[in-house]
């Protein structure tokens, strides 16, 4: 059963205590996880100012991995003049359909049947019983009409295709100018591929930052932004300028097709839905980012070859492998707290304990007055007077005892030691 989600700013959201940019309508009994997936694909860069009719529409279509489990999320992201702030909003339709759910269409005729996506919000935040399963008619390979309307040869949308479909495939970046119908490039060059291969491409028609956890092959950017600046000072990128002089494009097994409208050699009508389980959709693109030979448009920079080694190769090398799973994350986490706790105790404890020391060892302690001894003998005399001063002269660690005469002891000092001592008190030496 698939999962829809609405996103939208509104002063009252469907979760409790939310407002601004939240989900306003969703199916029934959806995760918070996977809502929040569906959140995260809902960004959206406003280049005009609110309500311009030339404001680009997102229709994307891309792999999220929820539970261990493969969704297609098929979306639609778009201006929406302002929220009820009098600021810039937009709207995000998204819905995820499991693999059981795909048909043979594809992505892209799915998004453009008419009906499928939601262009505007009524204002009521609910939640749907179902979700809504996709319908549209398949079509097989045509004449790519909109692509020779743009740059003149309709064999510029298998690069597309074949970019999609190769050993080893690699993004494709459409610079478009504002106001180009997007959907409907993306539709014609879909149709050059088997449908079961279709699902495997994802794609935005207005692209403008990556999702983490998420691929996109095709990537359609709109001229005069920051993005485009980038892709044409970078010559290791597949870049196709739709508002520039483009030569001919290059020879692959879908130019006659896309040319002509005739079914290509390796074009297979017959549809099997791909199991969505135990197999990883963005293995083989991880494994495809050495740069091969870059067909970009623009004056000498055609057939532009990326080197092996290139900063784009190294930066987007697969991620490594998660060899602990679930279970064992989760017990890291709760021994790293753990031991977290013991050491934060071990710490405020020995705090208390010096604090308990220093604060008795900061007294003084008045020194007992002693008996007047009877004179019997002189060594007598000296011993009282050097244990008083010794007394009131050592720490108050040490003046525990009243017996002064244990002190001496203790520090093994004779009777003579203590003459000499003695005088030297004495003397104030």
Request: net charge positive; proline share 7%; charged share 15%.
């Amino acid at each position: 059963m698939s999962q829809e989600i609405v996103y939208t700013s509104a002063p009252r959201g469907l979760k409790p205590g939310s407002k601004g940019f939240c989900t306003v309508v969703s199916t029934h009994g959806m995760a918070g996880n996977f809502s929040e997936r569906l959140e995260i694909l809902s960004g959206y860069r406003h280049a005009f100012t609110p309500g311009n009719r030339n404001a680009p529409v997102n229709y994307s279509h891309l792999h999220i991995k929820v539970s261990e489990q493969t969704y297609y999320v098929l979306s639609r992201i778009c201006d929406a003049g302002v929220d009820y702030s009098q600021r810039s909003n937009k709207l995000a339709h998204h819905v995820a359909l499991s693999a059981s759910e795909l048909v043979a269409a594809g992505p892209a005729a799915v998004l453009a049947h008419g009906g499928f996506c939601e262009s505007r919000w009524d204002g009521r935040v609910r939640t749907l019983p179902v979700g809504r399963s996709p319908n549209a008619p398949c079509s097989g390979p045509g004449v790519c009409s909109a692509w020779k309307r743009l740059t003149g040869d309709a064999g510029w949308a298998a690069v597309l295709a074949h970019s999609a479909t190769a050993a080893k495939p690699r993004p494709v970046s459409v610079i478009f100018p504002a106001g180009t119908d997007t959907l409907a490039l993306v539709v014609e060059a879909l149709n050059l591929v088997s449908p079961a291969q279709r699902w495997n491409v994802t794609f935005s028609t207005y692209f403008t930052r990556s999702v983490a956890g998420s691929d996109c092959l095709w990537r359609f950017v709109l001229n005069g932004t920051k993005q485009a600046s980038s892709l044409r000072n970078n010559s290791t990128e597949l870049v196709i300028e739709l508002d520039t002089e483009l030569k001919a494009p290059p020879q692959t097994p879908f130019l006659s097709s896309a040319r002509t409208g005739r079914s290509h050699v390796g074009y297979n009508a017959h549809f099997v839905p791909p199991s969505g389980t135990g197999s990883d959709p963005y293995a083989r693109l991880r494994a495809s980012r050495k740069p091969q030979v870059s067909f970009v448009s623009g004056p000498g920079r055609f057939d532009a070859t990326g080197p092996a080694g290139s900063i784009n190769h190294y930066q987007n090398m697969p991620a490594m492998p998660d060899l602990l799973g679930r279970r064992h994350r989760w017990y890291k986490r709760k021994l790293s707290w753990l031991l977290l706790g013991l050491l934060s105790l071990t710490v405020i404890g020995g705090l208390v304990l010096a604090a308990f020391y220093a604060g008795k060892n900061a007294g003084t302690t008045t020194v007992p007055e002693l008996p007047v001894a009877p004179a019997v003998d002189n060594d007598t005399s000296a011993d009282v007077t050097f244990e008083i001063r010794i007394a009131q002269n050592t720490p108050t660690l040490f003046r525990r005892d009243e017996s002064y005469r244990t002190l001496r002891r203790v520090l093994g000092i004779s009777q003579s030691s203590l003459r000499t001592i003695n005088w030297v008190f004495e003397s104030g030496l």
